[in-house]
């Protein structure tokens, strides 16, 4: 067939326009049978999708973009499918773009406003290392979540971008959230605190969250060691994964015998952590607590249990979504959306542990 066109290729196999361009785009939320059938047709229709066909419908319904840091994040999928359905129940297409780590999403969302017919713009996850100026370019109302808060970002001797452009942003305090976490540990005993940490060079979360960690021990009394600091530097795309979360608490274990206790920035990780943990030989609190962040589902159900700073999941992403719609009708103006978070003790921490005599 000549000219084949996303709609015909939709024809085709049975589905929506909106399905075909989930499977070229790869995106997580369609069955993979269905991915399958679209893609061997695109194949044997020699179907080559251009900018217009690589997203939703431009000419028949006005469209948000996600832009997401993370992609394979659960934390980040179940946000994404809650702000979706919202835009899809005001008749707006959604547009899902997954970002590298080593893109600059500002820049990603700028090309696609050029690209699109876009009415706005969430960015989720990602560093805060944006000038002023480039925020400016986007020129579109845009929101920003679990990228960090910005007073935290102040608080360490930053200039204030508001003071210069005005952004939305909508968070939990990350770095009081990491110091509950890492308190909790040693309130239950622990001394040698290792922590598995990423974006130290950056105003990111995990800057943050490594500051909280920080902070914890200053406020006990408690030397800081960095042969006790793992930070992921891989060059891979994705950085939050069990895979490094395994390799990083090796190294902590490895070069740190005393090691009693791991603070891990996201529940991805503290579960590759808790693997390693286990395929050592030591034992799960007994040996080496565990804690998360995040608050993902696998967390319920991985072993043991993992403890972890709970997020919001739910609630940030409908206040992220209804704040952007707002802005978009004019009926609010860009401001910091501050969200509480929780620490949820399961069996990954605490119960089991018994510190040194002395």
Sequence with gaps: MSNTTIKDIARICGVGVSTVSRAINNHPDINPETKKKIMAVIEEYGFVPNDSARYLKRSESDSIAFLVKGISNPFFLGMVRIMEQFTQKKNYAAILRHVDDDQDEVSVAQALVKERKLKGIVFL??????????LQQIGVPYIFCTVGNEDEFQMEGRPRVRDQVRYANVAVDDLAESEKAVLYLIEQGHRHIGIIT??????????????????????????????????IKTKSAERYTRENGYLGAQALMRDNPGLTAIFCISDVIAIGA????????????????????????????????????????????????????????????????????????????GSGYRPEAG
Excluded: W
């Excluded at 693997?275 to 589902?297: H, L, T, W």
């Excluded at 209804?322 to 620490?343: T, V």
């Design 198 to 231: 990423e974006g130290l060079d950056k105003p990111s979360v995990g800057q943050l969250r490594f500051l909280g960690y920080q902070k914890a021990l200053r406020e006990r009394g408690m030397a800081f060691d960095p042969n006790l600091v793992y930070e």
């Design 125 to 134: 996850g990602g560093n805060f290392n944006h000038t002023p100026e480039s």
């Design 274 to 349: 808790i693997r390693a943990i286990i395929d050592s030989g030591r034992k799960i609190p007994e040996d080496v607590s565990v804690v998360g962040y995040d608050g993902i589902d696998e967390g319920k159900y991985c072993v043991p249990r993992l403890t972890t700073i709970e997020q919001p999941q739910s609630e940030m992403a409908e206040a992220t979504i209804q704040f952007l719609f707002d802005m978009i009708g004019g009926k609010r103006q860009p401001d910091n959306l501050l969200m509480p978070a929780k620490l949820v003790i399961r069996e990954s921490s």
